[in-house]
């Protein structure tokens, strides 16, 4: 019995090739596209499920000026994660996390990594880790302890024992080894390479931090709370802490501050702050790509039910004989059904082949992560279930509709195409019209908010070369810094250098302080954004002054400041001359203001412009930033190597031109673009494969009447326009539904950047008309060989 099902099943296949391959394609891409979208989006949603990582939580710190303007980061005060352990009984461990950039040196060698950080003991508690080496209870206890990753232990002591050895760390301390630990999942919005005592940092915290730990944002503290515990009991004790030990100085600045816990689980697809340990991922971003992937599925299932659906007239006699033979409809629906389920099955086959086989040769932004096996089992059990689900509907109409024709009407052939059928292939089809135009215009939209946003005017140069200083900060740093600058400004091609303490683009170096004029009232001070600049600063970066003179090279350190024009005027001026000579209260230290520039994108065009201020401390830097002749941009670099390995022996020379450093923020977007690009060509070409399997359905079906139509004159343009007039009604009729879907989709999704392109009626034109074009190229053969068939061939047809 099954074996006979499997015969007729192949025979039928076999029988109608051409619908088969069609088919076999469609679904094929359709199950492989749905498939990596899916585990692309699966993955992005399983960062941080560490065992007990539903208890563990991530201090959000939220500061909120006088005028209502606020600064939200990851920061919380330094001393909020012990009082919350001392103090709540629900919190069971807690850590904090202040992450730097270090050099290590072991054996007259010099390692670097970006990503350390001090830490204190709890930290193994709270994120499940495990060491492979050393006892995690009091790995950190001690001051001069770390402890290292097993793949950075292995690139700074090679095959040796690391355990008990002692380490150079940035030419100043010595760390004692103390444990190893596996390395972070990819998976991980905390990955680090070395763990440095927290004991370490306290001790050279400065007093006043040490004193008033409360007003200082400066670690990511994480709580693990009890199993017992509820999240929202401990988040309403937390104001009445903050009130017994910040409220009166709180209000002495008319400032507020609260906090919120953010469960680690959501902190990769959720969070945005300053201060992020790393780049995170886009929730909208994989809630996007979700809708994409089961677009793409529906649109292949589509492809199935429409083919199926108008070959069913030429299985009407099959359909006939069975009846008379004495077969039941519910026989018929389940022979037909299991036909479509070997189909979909071979197509699953073929899918994952796709999958499985080309994964190590598809692009990291279509299968960001390399091992299959990182994807958790539910995630696997809801694909195959979508997919399975998908199967059975798609399969089961096609079976009904062909297992319900009369079978006297069937044996004698006079079953029409017209009816039920035709109406579900045509809202089909006109579906498929919506999806695939509304991802084309998505398409352009997207690749012009990224042209719009590239094309803006900064306000400042970005074509300047930067090379990152030392990283060792020993007795010689200061002088060596000084020296390396002035010898860089001797190259042939420099016309200017200056020494920054941060880099446009950068997001997590920047100070910040309340602000507020000498003559102002305590409690008008507003949150600024500090960067460390020396005198040459907004002469190298090309920065528009609109009042004073800046910075000379006898100013005194600390005492002089540089607003922007958005700071200038949140300080209280209303012109920029006004602010000039005005002396500043910040870091419980005074300045003046000694010139103010107009307002450029420090940060993304994405963002919008905040207050920033500039200050003199030109010893307080980690970025050299050169202004060459273009021509010489390669002879100066190959310089400045030389001398850096003069007067910085055996550590790493790091250079990189500012424009990508910058362009580097664009990454989520351009990611966006690559995957819409890539998938809708994907369900492009799916709908096309469709249209292919009608036009060449139709026109045969219609062979008659386009003879007959040729006998009494009509010609074969008139044929082509006949045929074609059917596609591009659908296409309009879509296209009603279409543009203001896409119009409202491309509308939400820029309300996220303050800088956006306008939405120009030829975002949606341009998208309509290539749709059209790829739909006649499409049907092109098939219609065409339609109207060029002999009239008296098509007339004896039947």
Known sequence: MLSTFFQITFRNFLRRKFYFLLNLLGLSIGFAAFGALFLFTAYEASYDNFPGANRVFRIKGIRINQDGSSRESVYAPVAAGPDMKASFAEVEHETRIIKTVGMFRYADRWTKSEDVAYVNEDFFHVFSVSLQRGNADNALSQINTMVLSASFAKKVFGDEDPIGKRIDYKGRTYYEVVGVFPDFPKNSHVKLDALLSFKNYEAIMRKDIAQEPWRWDIPVTYLKISESAEAASLLSKIPKLVEEKTGEYLRSINQ???IELQPVTSIHLESNLEGELGKNGDGKLVMYLKNIALVI???????????????????????????????????????FLGESIVLHGIALLVAAGILIIGQPYLPEFI????????????????????????I????LYPAWLLSGYNPVNALKGTISGIGRGVSVRKVLVTMQFITSLVLIIWIFVVVGQLKFMRNTPLGFNTDRLVIRDSEVYDSLFDRNSALYKKELARIAGVEQVSYVGMLPGDHNLAYSSNVRTLNAPSGSAITLEFIMVDEHFDSTYGLEGLAGTGF???STPWKEIILNKSAMRAVGFTEPEEAIGERILFFNDTAKIVRVVEDFHFHSPREPVKPMAFLFVPHMGFYFTLNTEPAATSSVIQEAEKLFATIYPGQPFVYKMLDDHFNAQYNAELQFERLL?????????????????????TTHVRKKEIGIRKTLGASSLGILMLLWREYMVTILLASLIALPVSWYLASQWLMDFATRLSLTPALFVLPLTILMVITLATVLFQTLRAAMTNPVDSIRYE
């Not at 199926?308 to 018929?332: D, F, H, M, P």
Request: hydrophobic fraction near 45%.
């Open 367 to 390: 299968l960001p992560t390399q091992d299959l096996r990182e994807v958790p089992l539910h995630f696997w059990l809801v694909l195959v279930t979508i997919l399975l689900s998908g």
């Open 552 to 554: 000379k090279e006898e």
């Open 677 to 697: 690009y890539f998938f809708s060509t994907l369900s492009v070409c799916i709908t096309c494969l469709g249209l292919l399997g009608m036009a060449a359905y």
């Open 297 to 335: 599925l529906v649109l292949a299932l589509i492809n199935y039910v429409s083919l199926s659906t108008a070959k069913s007239i030429e299985r009407s006699r099959e359909v006939g004989v069975r009846k008379v033979l004495g077969s039941g409809r519910g026989q018929l629906v389940l022979q």
């Open 392 to 395: 059975f509907i798609t399969g």
């Open 256 to 258: 507020e501050f609260r």
